[in-house]
């Protein structure tokens, strides 16, 4: 690796991925541009995670593993970009899919406009037309959510400027649910910009939506995600355990999310006019839980 500051640090939070991290780090030694560094943080995996990283140090040279003590996703980012010597840092999540020319992309995207934070779009993993449905459905999360002036993002790829992110106060540990979200939005209050990036588009695993199922999942991500831009109180152990648990929750099937929005947001106040944004979402969100 050359002296030259790197223009992205790659930061990836790692916890028994010896099947999907691999994947990612190809994708990382096959990239147009290799103006970058690629630091892994292992929680400690009991499987052969670091073992697999470990035959990439060839490839890709400036590759760095470091272990945290603590299992926790925002431990491990943080432990990440205190190691960090890009311009910006770049967290992604290890089952992410990144196309040849994605950094070579979003680089020139940042050079016309110089975010300080950002997120960007990303594809599914597959063809399927229900998976591509969901993908464009949270895509649209994310610009709605700049409609409520409360920036969001998925964890699965956030950037920062490595200038501010101390300035902002990294990720929070203590945070139950959309610690990326409330990332990214601490750092818009303090006065950072923040934009989305439409193309290039990384590739979003949908591995849970596959264990779960796509509509029980992506209902509950839904739900979690408007309670939080509303300000309303998650019960961490009843709707968002940690360390995965959720993954083994059976989440209940209500009617079609799409004619929940579609109804709520059609509804009008006493006098006639349209109930504002958060109002709705409000209204949806009791819709939603008094389904039978």
Same mark, same amino acid.
């Given at each position: 690796?050359?002296?030259?500051?790197?223009?992205?640090?790659?930061?990836?939070?790692?916890?028994?991925?010896?099947?999907?991290?691999?994947?990612?780090?190809?994708?990382?030694?096959?990239?147009?541009?290799?103006?970058?560094?690629?630091?892994?943080?292992?929680?400690?995996?009991?499987?052969?995670?670091?073992? !697999?990283?470990?035959?990439?140090?060839?490839?890709?040279?400036?590759?760095?593993?470091?272990?945290?003590?603590?299992?926790?996703?925002?431990?491990? !980012?943080?432990?990440?970009?205190?190691?960090?010597? $890009?311009?910006?840092?770049?967290?992604?999540?290890?089952?992410?899919?990144?196309?040849?020319?994605?950094?070579?992309?979003?680089?020139?995207?940042?050079?016309?406009?110089?975010?300080?934070?950002?997120?960007?779009?990303?594809?599914?993993?597959?063809?399927?037309?229900?998976?591509?449905?969901?993908?464009?459905?949270?895509?649209?999360?994310?610009?709605?959510?700049?409609?409520?002036?409360?920036?969001?993002?998925?964890?699965?790829?956030?950037?920062?400027?490595?200038?501010?992110?101390?300035?902002?106060?990294?990720?929070?540990?203590?945070?139950?649910?959309?610690?990326?979200?409330?990332?990214?939005?601490?750092?818009?209050?303090? $006065?950072?910009?923040?934009?989305?990036?439409?193309?290039?588009?990384?590739?979003?695993?949908?591995?849970?939506?596959?264990?779960?199922?796509?509509?029980?999942?992506?209902?509950?991500?839904?739900?979690?995600?408007?309670?939080?831009?509303?300000?309303?109180?998650?019960?961490?152990?009843?709707?968002?355990?940690?360390?995965?648990?959720?993954?083994?929750?059976?989440?209940?099937?209500?009617?079609?999310?799409?004619?929940?929005?579609?109804?709520?947001?059609?509804?009008? $106040?006493?006098?006639?006019?349209?109930?504002?944004?958060?109002?709705?979402?409000?209204?949806?969100?009791?819709?939603?839980?008094?389904?039978?």
């Amino acid at each position: 690796m050359s002296d030259k500051q790197p223009f992205f640090s790659i930061i990836i939070p790692a916890l028994n991925e010896e099947k999907y991290l691999p994947l990612l780090l190809a994708d990382l030694a096959k990239q147009s541009s290799q103006d970058f560094e690629v630091i892994v943080v292992d929680g400690q995996s009991t499987d052969n995670t670091v073992e !697999r990283v470990k035959t990439f140090k060839d490839k890709l040279p400036s590759l760095k593993i470091l272990t945290s003590k603590i299992r926790n996703v925002s431990v491990q !980012r943080n432990l990440g970009a205190e190691n960090a010597t $890009g311009k910006y840092l770049l967290f992604n999540d290890a089952d992410n899919g990144l196309p040849e020319y994605f950094l070579e992309g979003v680089k020139y995207q940042l050079h016309v406009k110089p975010f300080d934070l950002f997120t960007a779009w990303f594809n599914p993993d597959s063809q399927e037309t229900l998976d591509k449905a969901t993908a464009t459905y949270m895509n649209i999360i994310i610009e709605a959510a700049m409609l409520l002036n409360q920036p969001a993002a998925y964890g699965a790829l956030i950037g920062c400027k490595r200038s501010i992110y101390k300035h902002i106060g990294g990720f929070n540990p203590e945070v139950g649910f959309a610690e990326d979200t409330e990332f990214v939005n601490r750092g818009y209050k303090k $006065g950072h910009t923040f934009g989305v990036i439409h193309e290039p588009r990384y590739v979003y695993s949908f591995r849970r939506f596959r264990k779960i199922g796509k509509l029980k999942l992506i209902q509950k991500y839904a739900i979690l995600n408007l309670k939080f831009l509303t300000n309303q109180k998650v019960d961490q152990k009843k709707e968002y355990p940690m360390g995965g648990g959720y993954l083994e929750e059976e989440a209940r099937i209500t009617t079609d999310l799409t004619q929940l929005i579609k109804s709520t947001f059609n509804k009008k $106040g006493k006098r006639g006019k349209k109930t504002n944004t958060i109002d709705r979402i409000r209204a949806l969100l009791s819709l939603e839980e008094n389904q039978p």
